[in-house]
């Protein structure tokens, strides 16, 4: 097993709350982390038709089962068995008594926040991040972006080829038909390439609706089922003013890079290496990895770029305590002069706006890292290796 940097908040919040909610996307390890720390109790996975309806008839039985606590998996299936567990931490008092898991957010968050408020600790986990793999982590960028991060690709012998095809498959006939009830699985599939196509830029849900077939309605409510799967999430706006009109519109970012090079068709090095998404694939994983990054401490995401009326624009912003942290993201693997530009005539304008800043960060797809022309150069693997101590 490779350790996972969520393990240290998992164990904080295990002392402060009597449940803990493990959320994230199918096969990103949540099983197994909630396992390996919940002290030998036994597991019990809702999936399972036998225990979902023994503990949807009877949950006081079911959950007497577990006079220690348990590790419950895909709680999501069964929301009424959330009322029952409130009854019984609220008796018992008993700190880090159950881990929850489920990969469905905003049906299992509907029913914690109705049922369990100030009960329930939550962490999100997504697929490995760079630190995590450590020697794992592929030797070339090309390798990295096309393999991603999800498990099971480094855990057991199984291909991207074999397994991306299945997991696409799987998370189409199953999740989504529970999620939301599309009828029509191959147009919804345009949907995800389409968005696919997208990642790393503005958001527009009437062309992306239009060009999908579907309204725009629709597309926000497909969007919001991919969301809510952890499959992508959205990048607001810094709204701060700068002395320049900003845009209000969110950027699109996929979670996982190897997932969405296999849905962009793209299936080895060579073709990467000359294909037009290669810069946005870049970019898609240097913002996972900062996501990453903040949920493994137990932070939320908070993170934004910006971007004003005439096309001035930073990739990546957050807030830490010494300042707000600007990132711009560039897949040459060559220390260009004019990559630390933008990110410097942005921080004059966010000085001279009364914000405190950090020296800006390039990060791009060559090695090593240290100060250029005003900015942190941070190569790749760098960057996955050592982002979360600058941060």
Partial sequence: ???????????????????????????????????????????????????????????????????????????????????????????????????LTGSAQFDL???LSQTLAG??????????????????????????????????????????????PNYVATYLERDVRQLVGVRDLAQFQRFVRLCAARSG???NLAALGNDAGVS??????????????????RLPPYHVNLGKRLVKTPKLYFLDVGLLAWLLGIR??????????????????????????????????????WRDNIGHEIDLLLETPEGVQAIEIKSGATFASDWPAAALRWRQW???????????????????????QGVWAVGWRAFAQSFGSRA
């Fill in 1 to 99: 097993m490779i350790p996972r940097l969520a393990q240290a908040t998992l164990e904080r919040l295990l002392q402060g709350f009597p449940v803990i909610a493990l959320t994230g996307p199918r096969q990103s390890g949540k099983t197994t982390l909630a396992r390996s720390m919940a002290a030998g109790r036994p597991y019990a996975s809702l999936e399972n038709p036998d225990t979902r309806e023994f503990a949807l008839q009877d949950p006081r039985s079911f959950l007497a089962q577990f006079p220690h606590g348990a590790v419950l998996d895909e709680v999501q299936r069964t929301p009424e068995l959330l009322s029952w567990l409130q009854q019984r931490v609220d008796e018992r008092k008993v700190m880090g008594e159950f881990i």
């Fill in 109 to 111: 968050m509907a029913g």
């Fill in 119 to 164: 009960r329930v600790g939550r962490l999100e986990l997504l697929p490995f991040a760079g630190a995590e793999l450590g020697a794992a982590l592929p030797r070339s960028l090309e390798s990295a972006l096309l393999q991603g991060g999800y498990p099971p690709l480094f855990d057991r012998p199984v291909s991207r080829e074999d397994w991306f």
């Fill in 201 to 203: 830029q503005m958001l």
């Fill in 216 to 233: 725009a309605v629709t597309a926000r409510q497909w969007l919001s089922v991919l969301e809510a799967s952890y499959l992508v999430a």
């Fill in 268 to 305: 080895d090095a060579a073709t990467l290496a000359s294909h037009a998404a290669r810069g946005a694939l870049f970019e898609t994983w240097v913002v996972s990895e900062v996501l990453k990054w903040r949920f493994n401490a137990g932070r939320p995401a908070e993170l934004y770029f």
């Fill in 350 to 372: 966010a000085t001279a706006a009364g914000l405190r800043t950090r020296m800006p960060m390039v990060v791009h797809g060559g090695e090593g890292q240290g100060a250029r």
